[in-house]
């Protein structure tokens, strides 16, 4: 099938930036600063995770990103009452629903969207009918696709952590797991983004999968700004994407 190449956003994660904050507590360092930093140096959009336990981003910090940004915000939640009230008061750009486990450090793995058909529809439709761009965060995996397409979420993100933890012929494997979901997702008319775990050492591979649109990125910037400053981990991120691309 000929694919025509399109362009590929970057949305910047700012949860860890707040995690340093909640570190000591106070104010500093300000994930809202963080965010309009990204932007000046050429992120497409933000990302932000108010988790249950609200470990990093807070509800406050969804308010006044809401309040500050003129990029596009991508709210990452669980698929709970509480969240569905939080997203359809703010009413972000889009909603990102992922797993969410509290024992867990990150997100660990995709959402099971084919077991939780059901549950995930009423989401999709509810936050879909407020305007908000619904995606749902997934495993490579066609049966995931297929019930996304389903449950009417417009996009998917396929999770990259399998791809970037493993290495040589392992790695390769898990490439074309990622290049051929995106391709099925192209397919089957659903939006493809991708993210998790990903640097500049594993970017170029995803990046260059042509029916991938958006790549969202966090941690690794942030802990690459403690050494370049976030301007210039998001200018070379986003460069190691755009060489890839082309």
């Known amino acids: 099938m000929s694919v025509s190449i399109r362009p590929l956003r970057l949305g910047v994660n700012i949860d860890h930036v707040a995690t340093i904050r909640n570190a000591r507590g106070g104010t500093h360092p300000d994930p809202v600063r963080a965010a309009l930093a990204a932007a000046a140096a050429g992120a497409d959009g933000i990302t932000a995770h108010l988790r249950e336990d609200r470990r990093h981003i807070s509800d406050d910090d969804i308010a006044r990103l809401i309040r500050a940004l003129k990029l596009p915000l991508n709210l990452e939640m669980a698929a709970t009452d509480e969240m569905l009230a939080i997203a359809l008061k703010h ?67 396929l999770h990259t952590g399998a791809y970037c933890a493993a290495e040589g012929t392992a790695r390769e494997r898990e490439l074309g797991r990622l290049a051929a979901a995106a391709e099925r997702a192209a397919a089957f008319g659903l939006e493809c983004h991708a993210g998790h775990g990903l640097g ?45 691309r082309s």
């Open 91 to 157: 009413k972000p750009h889009a909603a990102c629903i992922v797993p969410e486990k509290r024992a867990e450090r990150t997100t660990e793995g995709g959402l099971d969207a084919r077991g939780g058909l059901s549950h995930l529809s009423r989401f999709a439709r509810d936050l879909g009918a407020a305007g908000i761009r619904v995606s749902l965060f997934i495993e490579p995996d066609t049966a995931q696709l297929e019930a996304a397409r389903t449950i009417g979420a417009p996009v998917v993100e």
């Open 200 to 244: 500049f050492d594993t970017v170029g591979a995803v990046a260059a999968i042509p029916t991938i649109v958006e790549l969202n990125i966090g941690h690794f910037l942030v802990g690459e700004a403690i050494f370049t400053g976030l301007a210039e981990a998001v200018r070379r991120m986003r460069e190691a994407m755009d060489r890839a």
